[in-house]
Each structure stands twice: as C-alpha cells, then as structure tokens.
C-alpha cells in the first residue's frame, strides 16, 4: 500500500478526526466530544496516530498508558499527563476509526500493528481496549480476550466489553494477493480504545 502511511496525530489533523469521530460514535451516545479526545492524545502525543490514505485523511488511532483493568470514562477528559518511563505497564487503545473510504482494505488491522509495534519498541507488556458496537469478534481475531468481570463506567453502556492481550512482535502482512483475516470496523475499540468497532472503528 504505497499510497497509505500511518504518522502521528498533528495539530491540524483534529477537525477531520472530531468530525469523523462524532459520525462513528453520536447515534450510539458514544461520542466524547473535542476537549476528551484532546486530553487523551496530550496524555501520550507518541502513542496517537493519523492514517494517510490516497492522499487524505484516512483515519486515527488514540491510545494512552492506563492501568490493566481500568480504562478511560468517556464523560471526561484526561487530567495531566503521564511520565516516561512506562516499562512493565499496559497501553489502552482508545480509540480507532477508519474513516468510510478507506474501509475494507484491512487498514484498522494495520493501525493496530502498528500501535503494537511501538508498544513492543516501548517494552510495555500489554495492552487493552473496551470493544463496542459488538467487536469483540474481531478483537479477538487479533489476539485480545474477553475480560467480563471487569466493571466499566457507565459512559460506555451495557454491551461494552473489556479485552486485553500481551503485547509480541507484530507480524509481516499477508502476501499480495491474500486477503486479510479481519476487516476494517466502522468504530469499534473505545477503550481499543474504550469502545466498539462498527464498520470501521475501535475504542479503547
């Protein structure tokens, strides 16, 4: 994909992702608003991500440090931001969404790769989300499991799931030619993120 690279989130990227990230999220009462998206990225400006895709915006990845187990509340933003020496702890993604014209080329597979890479390079050991919009399926598919004991706030409503799974070397894409095991979602980590991947978007 020589037309596609995946950069950090710049200042001048977040009216296409608010805009994206409200279209994913508002009809579920999901979407967070500006100053929480914000105040995530802030929290770990080398962990958030932009997709360039044929030229334009193709999407984002939000991820942050959090506690294993815990996730971030979607009614509030992020209080200060958090230190540099995160060996042995867990990466939460966030967020993920690909934008609509750039989905089903399996570019969310390839976000969240990418994110393992760089958790793997920081020598974190895990890492988490909170599946909605009924992703765990695909979740899974990339190696996360199912943690349904853990208590989430109520911003994420009933059906969100918590998942997690440890942090290994991410693997080559598949040859040319063969299709990718998992499609791209609308949103769906938001805690993987903290939410759900519809048709092409995660929250962790």
Known sequence: MSDTRIR???EEDWDEVVALEERA??????SEGEEALR????ASPSTCFVLEHAGGFGGY???LPYPLFRCPDLSLA???TVREDREGSN??????VIAERARGRGLARRMQRHLE???WSARYRTLSLVAVHGSQRMWTLLGYRTRPEIGLPASYGAEAVYMAKPVERAVTDPAPGRPAQVADAEGAPRAIGCAGL????ARD
């Open 91 to 96: 990466l939460h993604l966030h967020d993920l």
């Open 8 to 10: 950090l989130l710049r």
């Open 61 to 63: 990845l939000l991820a």
């Open 39 to 42: 105040s995530r990225h802030r």
């Open 198 to 201: 519809p048709a092409g978007s």
């Open 78 to 80: 992020e209080g200060g």
């Open 117 to 119: 890479e760089t958790g």
């Open 25 to 30: 999220y508002t009809a579920s009462g999901l």
